[in-house]
C-alpha cells in the first residue's frame, strides 16, 4: 500500500506511521516527494502488532561514520529502513519482543536529535528564501530580453513556479524548525 502524506511535525509522523502499524501493516519505504513536507510512505501487510518506528535526523559526510551509526541501531534491534547519509531523517523500525519503544537511551541524545534537525531547518529555510531572492529580483529582467512573446510567456511561467515552489519549501522547512523547537 502506497500512501503520500505531508507532514509538519516530527511527531506527528512518528505516530501516523505507527497507527498504520497497529492497523496489519509494516514500513518498508519513505520516498521523499517534496522535501521537508510531502512523502510517499510504502506498506505492506504484516500481522505483527508490535512493531513500532523511531525517527532520527544525522547527516554524515564520511560512508564508515554512517556505516557504525547503522550498525549502533541494529545492534540494539532495530532495523533501518529508510535514509541515507546525506538525507537526515533516518527511519528505524522495532522487530523485537522487548519492548524497546525508543531508540534515545538518553535525554542528552534525543535533545542532540532536535537541535540537529532545528538546525537543519533553519539552514534549509534559509538558502530556500535566498535562493528565490536571488532567481526572482536579480534575474527577472533577462527574460525582457526574449524577443518572442510566446517563449517569453512560457519561459516566465516556468520560472514563477520554480520561484514559487522555492520559496514554498523555505517557508515549510521553517515552519518545521518552530514545531520541532516547541515539541
Known sequence: MKIYKA???LKNEEKWIN???QEGYRLIKVSRIFPPV??????????????????DYK????????????SLFEDSGWHHISGNRGSGIQ?????TDKNVYEIFSDAESKNNFFKNY??????????????????????F???????????????????SLLTSVILIQGVFYLVK???VKKE
Not at 527511519?91 to 522487530?95: A, C, L, R, T
Open 7 to 9: 507532514f509538519l511535525s
Open 19 to 21: 497507527s498504520i502499524q
Open 38 to 55: 510531502f512523502f510517499k510512505y510504502t506498506f505492506v501487510r504484516d500481522s505483527s502488532k508490535n512493531i513500532k518506528v523511531c525517527m
Open 59 to 70: 547527516k554524515f559526510i564520511r560512508h564508515s561514520d554512517y556505516t557504525s551509526y547503522i
Open 91 to 95: 527511519y528505524f523500525q522495532n522487530y
Open 118 to 139: 532545528i538546525k537543519y531547518s533553519i539552514c534549509m529555510s534559509t538558502y530556500c528564501v535566498a535562493f528565490f531572492i536571488d532567481i526572482f529580483l536579480v534575474n
Open 141 to 159: 529582467n533577462n527574460f525582457y530580453k526574449i524577443k518572442d512573446n510566446y517563449i517569453r510567456l512560457t519561459a516566465l511561467t516556468m520560472f
Open 177 to 179: 524548525a518552530i514545531k
